[in-house]
């Protein structure tokens, strides 16, 4: 891409950080110590922004860069873009549709000045577009001028190195990376899980609430799907869908723009499967000028359950024997506003299974939501005695919540609905799975909330384990007991005299190599997150899908938290090398040569140290790792300092695991005792 191409883009100073590959803060002492760095030319006085290309070319010079990754050039410029980012992304895919359906032609266009490019391309957008699209969809009406064609040829060259579906994906989530509020997103994992309960033989999917597209990407790559019906009520998503969707598979894509409830577009289609994760809690949803809408066949919704006008919408799209899996809050499961319209769900054999969820799955994050998977009954078909009720939750891997949990119940998940689809029965799994009678569930309430139906599993799975675990216990805090700390010796004033140097300055000098963690990147390495480093657990997390390459962790790195205000570093070990790190981790790996890994992580605890390096915003605490202080020592010496500094650190983990096991022997006496499956 030429400079020439960039010359209008912007970028603020973390973003010149990153395409250098340091810090903000050396970016502040680039500007203060250097004349000839690039003067603002927009932003404000406390968040200025400098012109992209002044700023490659200053860098270069300082031989600070060789080259700007063209990933980085290219979302500078969707960033920069005067119609705002999600106008410069939809011209950007639209281009890279043409550039995946009709090369030849991309070559034709890109062979002439951007004038005569922006006067041959809308009828060539217009043909592309249509086949893939439909009549009447949302983009109809793209037209990029001139002024728009460098940023159009520097996409294509970024589909030349990544591909048309990559660049975009790159793109786009750059794009909602950087807006983390304005969407609310659909993980990866769930989707994937959403799209498997959905069974194969799917041809014709909708989803009335489409978002970003996330679900039916997911089911894209499911059976052999030909339809992908897109609705939502936002002209900007319903655009992005339809690009994302059209440059990921083959399937017709039929966007709209419109809000499903108040204005179906797809109203006479009955399709395969429905696919969805409605806005939760609404109250103007419709609920006066819809109250004779055909769609209410098993009731008309309060105003507070518009979750349930949802299912309804769902269900009357489906074909006779269509399956439809909905994300819902837990609420909806017990609201007693809702439960009559619940009762003529499970009367009629409309519901099929409840799944409630770890917490942290989706957003909202901190409350475990419920699967709702349906199927539309044929006429006169028997409707199933029994409702499939799973709490995954229990499931989970250490009974941790979070977005990484899908992943360790997924499978269980599949399998217990592929058992009850197939054969209408599942194995029961204590405190898990069960499918429980209709008719016990026509009560009053009609509380469909899976943990009130499952008996609870034997307490700390009986009396053997609460056994083994006093053992371990046991076991545990006799070498808490071996690792307790020798009394603390006062050390000689001529300590408190050493010499300190900072983290940014061992950077500066090589001694040490300083990631910004994101959690993201190309492969299927887990990530170690915030919380696996206080608690000084195996990686959790799971890796949010970019282009870029993650780095990975590597014995001897030391990871610090940097939000938050609470102190933790932790060395690398075979527990969590090879993991990628969180977002809110910095990674330092420091050269074996020069600096002892244990000694690093040490004196990056200390609470004072931490105090001088941090600093506080309106609603959290960051630490400037590159402000950090340690002494200037010998590597023998440090290799003192960092042997007990190690020794520390195994008796802090002994002391976890001691509480752990506590927690988990005394939580499982105390069902035993109520549960009558321990005697006192």
């Not at 048309?164 to 990376?177: I, P, V």
């Not at 409702?387 to 939750?393: F, G, K, T, Y």
Request: glycine share 10%; proline share 8%; aromatic share 4%.
């Amino acid at each position: 891409m030429s400079e020439q191409s960039a010359a209008g883009a912007e970028v603020t100073a973390a973003e010149v950080a990153r395409l250098a590959g340091v810090g903000r803060a050396a970016v502040s002492n680039w500007r203060r110590r250097h004349a000839d760095f690039p003067k603002p030319v927009g932003g404000t006085e406390t968040s200025p922004s400098f012109a992209l290309a002044e700023v490659e070319r200053w860098l270069r010079a300082q031989g600070k860069l060789a080259e700007v990754p063209l990933r980085e050039r290219v979302w500078q410029q969707i960033a920069a873009h005067p119609g705002g980012p999600v106008t410069a992304l939809v011209t950007a895919g639209c281009a890279l549709l043409v550039v995946r359906d009709r090369p030849a032609d991309w070559l034709e266009l890109t062979a002439v000045s951007d004038e005569r490019m922006a006067a041959l391309l809308p009828p060539v957008l217009d043909q592309v577009l249509g086949a893939r699209l439909g009549p009447g969809h949302p983009l109809e009406a793209t037209r990029p001028g001139p002024a728009a064609m460098p940023l159009l040829r520097a996409a294509a060259e970024l589909a030349a190195e990544l591909g048309a579906r990559k660049a975009f994906e790159f793109l786009l989530g750059r794009h909602l990376d950087a807006n983390p509020r304005q969407y609310t997103l659909t993980p990866d994992g769930l989707a994937r899980l959403m799209a498997a309960l959905a069974g194969p033989g799917v041809r014709t999917v909708l989803d009335p609430a489409c978002g970003t597209g996330s679900l039916l990407r997911a089911v894209s790559t499911v059976g052999e799907v030909t339809v992908l019906n897109a609705q939502d009520s936002s002209p900007e998503l319903a655009a992005l869908t339809a690009l994302r969707l059209a440059l990921n598979g083959s399937a017709q894509v039929r966007p709209a723009a419109a809000d499903s409830l108040r204005a179906d577009a797809f109203a006479q289609d009955a399709v395969d499967a429905v696919l969805c994760h409605p806005p939760f809690n609404e109250r103007n949803w419709g609920h006066e000028e819809l109250a004779y809408d055909p769609r209410w066949e098993y009731g008309f919704p309060a105003r507070t359950e518009s979750e349930l006008a949802w299912i309804q919408h769902a269900l009357a799209h489906l074909r006779e024997g269509g399956t439809a899996v909905l994300l819902m809050p837990p609420a909806v499961a017990a609201r007693r506003s809702g439960r009559r319209i619940r009762a003529d769900l499970l009367r009629r054999g409309a519901l099929r299974a409840v799944i409630a969820l770890p917490a942290g799955s989706a957003p909202p994050y901190g409350i475990p939501l419920h699967l709702w998977v349906l199927r539309r009954p044929a006429p006169h078909a028997v409707p199933p005695q029994g409702l499939l009720l799973i709490d995954s939750a229990a499931g989970a891997v250490g009974g941790a919540g979070g977005i990484g949990a899908i992943a360790s119940v997924a499978g269980e998940v599949e399998a217990a609905w592929a058992a009850y689809d197939r054969t209408g029965s599942v194995e029961e799994v204590q405190g898990v799975s069960r499918i429980v009678p209709v008719i016990e569930l026509l009560d009053d309430d009609v509380d469909l909330t899976p943990a009130r139906h499952l008996p609870p599993p034997a307490a700390g799975g009986g009396p053997a384990a609460l056994g083994a675990v006093r053992e371990r216990l046991d076991e545990t805090l006799a070498r808490a007991a071996r690792l307790t700390p020798p009394p603390a010796v006062p050390a000689p004033e001529a300590a408190a005299l050493l010499s300190l140097t900072t983290i940014g300055e061992l950077a500066r000098a090589g001694a040490l190599v300083l990631h910004t963690g994101t959690g993201s990147g190309t492969g299927t390495a887990p990530v170690l997150t915030e919380q696996d480093v206080y608690a000084g657990t195996s990686p959790s997390g799971t890796l949010a899908a970019t282009a870029d390459a993650p780095v990975l962790t590597a014995p001897g790195d030391v990871l610090v938290p940097v939000v938050g205000g609470a102190t933790a570093a932790r060395v690398v070990d075979g527990t969590c090398a090879g993991a990628v790190p969180g977002r809110g981790l910095q990674l330092l790996r420091p050269d074996p040569a020069a600096l002892d890994p244990w000694f690093l992580a040490g004196f990056l605890r200390g609470t004072a140290n931490n105090r001088r390096a941090s600093s506080h915003a309106s609603t959290a605490t960051r630490l400037d790792v590159r402000r950090l202080q340690l002494p200037r020592l010998p590597l023998a010496e440090q290799q003192r300092y960092g042997a007990r500094f190690r020794a520390l650190a195994e008796f802090e983990d002994a002391l976890r695991l001691a509480g752990r096991l506590g927690e988990q022997l005394v939580q499982g006496l105390y069902d035993g005792l109520s549960d009558g499956s321990v005697t006192p």
